[in-house]
């Protein structure tokens, strides 16, 4: 464990550090290799993993639930930040995606590798698929619709793209369908070694984006922890987990990874949605960066307790 917090503070200081060096090209660089990884790494990895995975009605159920949870994230962020803090709609827009949008992948997936096991990843990506990519493809880009600045693609267009730009999806559906025949021991561990390998990339990522917002000007670093910065912060690490597992509690045994999961920070790709429709960069750019640390800082005590 202490091997992923020292690769995700090395790779976080290598992309501020790159930005610096390189300018936009090290931040282009790195949403280069994000789409690499979508297009891929995550269609093979999702198809082999859900291949292996078992689904019964806890599985079933606990998605439900997880919807259930963020629903009533959502509908809270809101009250939040348009009625308790009074924000503009676009800061109204940040607070809401950044409660929805989790990084299930470039730090969930690892982490359930490193906390649970490498059987529990296929409940993993179950849990990825069905719940965090609708929730930023169809959630955050619809939130971006209604509440940001610019004009960007409409909610129609959005949807369309869920369909045809996330070759995740259909891996998921052939790996449900598929035989463990064609998920063979030999691939599927070579799989969750390129899970294990996307950490880095991931933060490198996140540290170029965050560097490349300061150079702008239109972020300071550290970013403040103002109170619609720690509003999201205590949405995404605390409510969200919290309500999925009281929505659980008398119904089902929910897995493992899915209160993991639902535990993790704001997922890097609320820039791409801030960026498209101009919510406010500032809330949602702090917001990946706190919480980030924050969690990664809770990381070493829950990883001796676990």
Sequence with gaps: ?????????????IGVWAEGRYGGRAGLAARRALLVVL??????????????????VDVGV??????????GVILIAWLVAARLLRL????????????????????????????????????????DILVSSPALILGAFSVGAAFGERVGEGVGARVRAFFTRNPA????????????????DVL??????????????????VGAALAEEAEEGSLPIPPPLDGPVA????????LAPGLLYLLALPLIDLPDPYLLLAAMPCGINTMIVTHAYGLDLRISAGAVAWSTAIAVAAIVPISLLA
């Design 88 to 127: 503009r709609r676009p800061a109204i827009g940040s607070v809401v995606c950044c409660a929805l949008v989790a990084n299930t992948g470039y730090l969930g997936y690892p982490l359930v590798a490193a906390l649970l096991g490498f059987d529990a990843l296929s409940e993993a990506v179950v849990y």
């Design 169 to 184: 999806l259909y891996a998921a559906a052939l790996g449900l369908a598929a035989p463990d025949s064609l998920a063979p």
């Design 1 to 13: 464990m202490a091997a992923i917090v020292a690769t995700i503070l090395a790779a976080t200081a």
């Design 231 to 238: 509003s999201i912060v205590a949405l995404r690490l605390a």
């Design 62 to 71: 606990g998605i439900v639930l997880a919807w259930a949870a963020l629903a």
């Design 188 to 205: 599927v561990d070579a799989s969750r070694i390129l899970i294990v390998a996307i950490l880095p990339l991931g933060f490198f990522a």
């Design 39 to 56: 297009y891929g790494v995550l269609p093979p990895v999702t198809f082999l993993n859900l291949a292996r995975a078992e689904v019964n």
